[in-house]
């Protein structure tokens, strides 16, 4: 444990004590509280540190210099900030750190070089968390909590001492896209994505190659379940019977040689001895059935 020469029941409430440095991590825009302060009080008992246990704000500072009202008469109050200082095992480049948590429901106010250019400050209202890297400067208080006799210390103001830059959620630097002439109003936040619904078909027409949404009837709604297969049982539909109709007589074939001829001679057989001309029989003469008989269904002439 770290001897300091100055304890918290030395120092006096209402006293202001100045640390400049480069802002190496804060959160000052809203307070840490709810699951978020159980979490870092978590992580710090597990790295050997008091919980804070109440909402607060926090900041840490590397390269961090007291600024004394009086460098050769230096108060108590700033000899106690000056050797709570300390150095970072991992980041022994940063020179001494201090770090603040400051208990209680007000913000700290951030102040920021004004833009007309003439010394003075305006007071920061983006709400937005500042950047790491930042030259700043931690204005504290002391102060008394009740119950206790030890004297606390609260953050409150932080005074930039440049342009200021923002805490950047995406990780890319602003000032780089300045440099390569590409300026944004305003920094940007990320945006929560919100779950997508389902989109409802729309017809495409096809015009020289390219897809274009085909035209809605303005008036008439896009009917879901319309546009969605439905599967139905299939429908009974009663038949009547349709009248059979007779069938048509197959064409004629042809007759060949031999079927016509048999056809010939069975029409000749038929017509035989049937009163016909053709075929009965006659006299045996030509007048008066004298001379030659004829040969049934032939007839001569003489």
């Given amino acids: 444990m770290t001897n300091y020469s100055i304890s918290a029941?030395?120092?006096?409430?209402?006293?202001?004590?100045?640390?400049?440095?480069?802002?190496?991590?804060?959160?000052?825009?809203?307070?840490?509280?709810?699951a978020e302060l159980v979490t870092s009080d978590q992580r710090k008992t597990k790295n050997g540190m008091n919980p804070v246990g109440k909402p607060h704000t926090t900041a840490t500072i590397t390269h961090a210099e007291v600024q004394f009202a009086d460098p050769n008469s230096p108060t108590l109050?700033?000899?106690?900030?000056?050797?709570?200082?300390?150095?970072?095992?991992?980041?022994?480049?940063?020179?001494?750190?201090?770090?603040?948590?400051?208990?209680?429901s007000t913000l700290p106010v951030i102040a920021i070089p004004?833009?007309?250019?003439?010394?003075?400050?305006?007071?920061?209202?983006?709400?937005?968390?500042?950047?790491?890297?930042?030259?700043?400067?931690?204005?504290?208080?002391?102060?008394k909590p009740k119950n206790f006799n030890n004297r606390g210390l609260a953050l409150e103001q932080v005074i930039v001492h440049e342009t200021p830059r923002y805490y950047n959620a995406s990780g890319i630097d602003q000032a780089e896209l300045a440099a390569r002439g590409i300026v944004l109003n305003g920094t940007p936040r990320p945006v929560q994505a919100t779950p997508a619904t389902p989109a409802v078909p729309v017809a495409t027409e096809i015009e020289d190659g390219l897809s274009f949404p085909a035209p809605q009837p303005a008036s008439a709604p896009v009917d879901v379940a319309a546009q969605a297969p439905v599967q139905t049982a299939p429908a009974t539909v009663a038949v009547t019977p349709a009248p059979v109709a007779a069938p048509a007589?197959?064409?004629?074939?042809?007759?060949?040689?031999?079927?016509?001829?048999?056809?010939?001679?069975?029409?000749?057989?038929?017509?035989?001895?049937?009163?016909?001309?053709?075929?009965?029989?006659?006299?045996?003469?030509?007048?008066?059935?004298?001379?030659?008989?004829?040969?049934?269904?032939?007839?001569?002439q003489g």
């Fill in 249 to 300: 007589p197959a064409p004629a074939q042809e007759e060949t040689l031999e079927q016509k001829l048999a056809r010939l001679e069975a029409e000749n057989a038929s017509l035989k001895d049937a009163g016909s001309a053709v075929g009965s029989p006659v006299a045996t003469g030509p007048w008066n059935g004298s001379g030659p008989a004829q040969e049934a269904g032939i007839t001569y």
């Fill in 77 to 104: 109050e700033e000899q106690f900030v000056s050797e709570r200082r300390y150095d970072s095992p991992k980041r022994p480049e940063t020179g001494p750190n201090y770090s603040i948590d400051s208990k209680g």
């Fill in 114 to 143: 004004s833009l007309k250019g003439d010394g003075t400050y305006d007071q920061d209202e983006s709400g937005q968390e500042l950047a790491q890297g930042l030259d700043v400067t931690l204005v504290m208080r002391t102060y």
């Fill in 9 to 34: 029941s030395q120092i006096t409430e209402g006293k202001s004590v100045f640390i400049r440095g480069k802002l190496g991590f804060a959160v000052l825009a809203r307070l840490i509280e709810g």
